[in-house]
């Protein structure tokens, strides 16, 4: 799936670094590494949705599944409306909340 010049490949920097396995942590036993490791795939979970909430609502609210080649300047002013309008549609959900709500 996924192709690597045999430098990259073996650079362990190349590695991605999203989440580890739910399992591998539940096989840990309890120490407070196995709490630190939880508190760090939490927080990179946490910015994980907050960086793809705004995809999908242009995705599912907007109906934008596809890059439509018309020319890249097009692609690109309208990727920055729906993200304006994203924004927006977040913004207002949140208005009801009273502990405040961060839009991206």
Same mark, same amino acid.
């Given at each position: 799936?996924?192709?690597?010049?045999?430098?990259?490949?073996?650079?362990?920097?190349?590695?991605?670094?999203?989440?580890? !396995?739910? +399992?591998? *942590?539940?096989?840990?036993?309890?120490?407070?590494?196995?709490?630190?490791?939880?508190?760090?795939?939490?927080? !990179?979970?946490?910015?994980?949705?907050?960086?793809? =909430?705004?995809? =999908?609502?242009? !995705?599912? @609210?907007? +109906?934008?599944?596809?890059?439509?080649?018309? +020319?890249? %300047?097009?692609?690109? %002013?309208?990727?920055?409306? @729906?993200? %304006? *309008?994203?924004? *927006?549609? *977040?913004?207002?959900?949140?208005? &009801? =909340? %009273?502990? &405040?709500?961060?839009?991206?």
């Amino acid at each position: 799936m996924w192709k690597y010049l045999d430098e990259e490949k073996d650079d362990p920097d190349s590695r991605c670094r999203i989440a580890a !396995k739910r +399992g591998t *942590l539940k096989k840990r036993e309890d120490s407070p590494m196995k709490t630190l490791l939880l508190a760090i795939e939490k927080a !990179k979970a946490s910015i994980r949705a907050k960086v793809e =909430h705004p995809f =999908h609502v242009i !995705k599912n @609210l907007f +109906g934008y599944r596809k890059v439509r080649y018309k +020319g890249l %300047a097009k692609n690109q %002013a309208q990727l920055f409306t @729906l993200f %304006a *309008l994203g924004n *927006l549609v *977040l913004a207002r959900r949140c208005q &009801g =909340h %009273a502990d &405040g709500c961060r839009v991206s």
